[in-house]
């Protein structure tokens, strides 16, 4: 599966290793622990039962989407989000290393 960029909000996946489908809420998260500061490309709910709780969101990257279920909306106003949204992540995920 060839996906260029981030997805838009709303569109469900399936990560490897997983059973339950996932819909996608945020784009490029930032999660903050003992090891420090991790970028994710995105912040997503059980799909179908979208937000229950801040416990139960969860972070991960475009590398583990197993299966693309649907693709989210898009209109002018998040395709140019999804430009600056690209670029950042980019320049972030270089900034890691």
Avoid at 16 to 35: D, F, H, P, W, Y
Wanted: hydrophobic content about 40%; cysteine-free.
């Amino acid at each position: 599966m060839t996906i260029n960029g981030l997805l838009p909000i709303g569109s469900v996946v399936l990560l490897k290793n997983s059973t339950k489908r996932l819909m996608i809420i945020g784009v490029a998260q930032v999660s903050q622990s003992e090891e420090g500061r991790k970028l994710y490309d995105y912040t997503g709910v059980l799909y179908p039962e979208g937000y229950m709780s801040a416990e139960k969101n969860y972070l991960f990257n475009l590398d583990q989407i197993d299966k693309l279920y649907a693709i989210g909306y898009q209109d002018d106003e998040a395709l140019a989000f999804k430009e600056k949204a690209d670029a950042l992540i980019e320049k972030a995920r270089a900034e890691e290393q």
